[in-house]
């Protein structure tokens, strides 16, 4: 048996980004959650930007951060460490009692997906352009 590897391209993920922003967006609207200083500011700006498909704005990214940050906070003061055990265990099998709770188990782990695909379309766009210089660089060579 043989194993091929087949990578998802980039406007697929591209467009699970957008979809993955946008849905994360409305949803975290929805918490209510607070940011601490700055990013209380930004969070408008940031929630706009992710529902008009602007999931790449560097602009957005302490603020990505924060919100992921203020989710696994919540939940941990629900119960202590599990915000942060959502982000290193497998917690689909996780019986809950606490509504609240299991709210923001599914919204930790909306955020790391949306966060972690944001960060791959960002590397692949690096990797073209980094591959066009390069070639650029080859033909003004020859």
């Not at 940011?35 to 602007?54: D, F, K, M």
């Not at 955020?111 to 352009?129: C, E, I, K, P």
């Given at each position: 048996m043989?194993y091929?590897?087949?990578?998802e391209?980039l406007?697929t993920m591209?467009?699970?980004a957008i979809g993955e ?10 918490t209510?959650?607070?940011l601490t200083?700055h990013?209380r500011?930004t969070?408008p700006?940031?929630l706009?930007?992710l529902?008009?498909g ?5 602009r ?9 940050d203020a ?5 941990n003061?629900?119960s202590?460490g ?20 299991e ?7 909306r955020?790391d997906s949306f966060?972690?695909?944001?960060m791959?379309?960002?590397g692949?766009?690096a990797a073209r352009r ?8 080859v033909?003004q060579?020859?």
């Amino acid at each position: 048996m043989s194993y091929i590897r087949r990578e998802e391209s980039l406007e697929t993920m591209a467009a699970r980004a957008i979809g993955e922003g946008s849905d994360f967006g409305h949803t975290y609207a929805r918490t209510g959650l607070c940011l601490t200083s700055h990013h209380r500011r930004t969070l408008p700006q940031t929630l706009a930007r992710l529902e008009c498909g602007e999931v790449l704005d560097a602009r957005d990214d302490d603020c990505i951060a924060a919100m992921g940050d203020a989710l696994v906070a919540e939940a941990n003061a629900i119960s202590p460490g599990y915000g942060n055990r959502v982000l290193n265990v497998c917690t689909y099998e996780d019986f809950l009692f606490d509504e609240k709770l299991e709210e923001l188990r599914w919204m930790i782990l909306r955020w790391d997906s949306f966060s972690r695909v944001r960060m791959q379309v960002r590397g692949r766009l690096a990797a073209r352009r980094l591959l066009v210089s390069v070639q650029c660089s080859v033909e003004q060579a020859t």
